[in-house]
């Protein structure tokens, strides 16, 4: 069942500024008609005129495409009673290529009456991303040995910058970067107490005086500065919000630059996957309550940037994952139970790691090492 994009763009987007699609227990669907374009106006001053054009236009792409829908409109809004075919796709919360036409589509569940929704979700996958101001900088960096990630991101007036997840091996190459770059690094921050490398913030403090630690008062962890729920770290006018969502350890944080539409997720989210559950205090639970209350809650153009991957993706937005994510795309209980069966093989440096990580953000290496 596919609906095709530029008919229904031509037949209905350029009536409306806005369409708002909600679901009521997957059995009926509501347009809400939020506000009339300059467009629609051109195109009937007469409201009743205007309806009666979008009833033909969207019964003639319905029922091209095999489908048989009937509706009505009121003043506010459009109802539409769908076939068989089409409740069957509401009811897996999809609604094919019709949802997907346009970037002024949006659809939500809704589990109460029509008109009250409880969440919002962006289905167009293409979103445009944020743009970065010209002031900020960013740069991506990479361990092979652990495929781990390293952001530095910088304000290009005050020259101030931050780290987020160096690693111990790499520590001298980042130095020099930020030497070279003529930058100040004021911050280098953890996302959590990792278990598969040995954090490079205490070497960085040495190779760069006057760099802080930083990581979240419930990690265990030493540092410098600890962060709690929804505390701002700013370098230069920058600011990163960093929020707690805790779950594949009990201390993990996720770092957000709303500005210039970022997040960077650490093991929390990863592109299409997440971290593991199975130490560290970590729980499969609180991992998709993490994930599903607070990173998806962002703009659905923000960018993904987590700790790690393994396939080599650099990056993903909230809609990617909120669509695409195999373990996410599924409820509670069916994501504990993936989760709490993986059977994964031990990290090969947890047992450097973790005790080291525990001194790393004040040490460049731990006094009993």
């Excluded at 506000?35 to 629609?40: G, I, K, L, N």
Aim: glycine content about 4%; aromatic content about 10%; some cysteine.
């Amino acid at each position: 069942m596919k609906f095709r994009k530029d008919r229904l763009r031509s037949n209905l987007v350029e009536c409306f500024s806005f369409l708002h699609i909600s679901f009521d227990a997957g059995t009926e669907i509501v347009l809400y008609l939020k506000q009339f374009s300059d467009e629609m106006k051109r195109y009937s001053p007469d409201i009743s005129n205007a309806e009666d054009s979008i009833r033909s236009r969207f019964k003639d792409v319905t029922e091209s495409n095999g489908i048989n829908a009937s509706f009505s409109i009121t003043k506010n809004k459009m109802w539409i009673s769908p076939d068989q075919n089409l409740k069957a796709s509401v009811a897996r919360n999809r609604l094919v290529s019709l949802l997907v036409a346009s970037d002024n589509i949006e659809f939500w569940n809704n589990d109460n009456a029509c008109g009250h929704s409880q969440s919002t979700e962006k289905y167009n996958k293409l979103v445009k991303t944020i743009p970065f101001t010209s002031d900020f900088f960013f740069r991506q960096l990479f361990d092979t040995d652990t495929s781990t990630y390293t952001y530095l991101l910088a304000d290009l007036n005050t020259k101030e910058a931050v780290i987020i997840d160096p690693v111990l091996e790499q520590a001298k190459r980042d130095a020099q970067l930020v030497k070279e770059l003529g930058l100040t690094l004021k911050y280098a921050l953890n996302t959590h107490m990792h278990a598969d490398h040995v954090t490079g913030t205490g070497y960085l403090k040495r190779l760069l005086p006057g760099t802080q630690s930083v990581i979240a008062k419930f990690s265990g962890a030493k540092a410098d500065k600890h962060l709690d729920d929804n505390e701002i770290v700013q370098f230069g006018r920058h600011k990163i919000e960093a929020i707690c969502t805790p779950g594949h350890t009990n201390g993990c944080m996720s770092f957000i630059v709303h500005e210039q539409g970022l997040v960077f997720t650490g093991d929390a989210l990863l592109i299409r996957g997440c971290g593991r559950t199975d130490f560290q205090e970590g729980s499969a639970e609180k991992l998709y309550s993490s994930i599903h209350d607070r990173i998806y809650k962002l703009p659905n153009n923000f960018q993904v940037y987590p700790a790690h991957d393994y396939k080599g993706q650099l990056a993903s937005t909230i809609i990617e994952e909120k669509t695409y994510n195999p373990r996410l795309t599924k409820d509670k209980p069916t994501f504990i139970n993936i989760m709490n069966n993986l059977n994964l093989a031990k990290p090969r440096y947890i047992d450097k790691a973790i005790p080291a990580n525990r001194e790393c953000g004040l040490y460049d290496i731990p006094p009993d090492a």
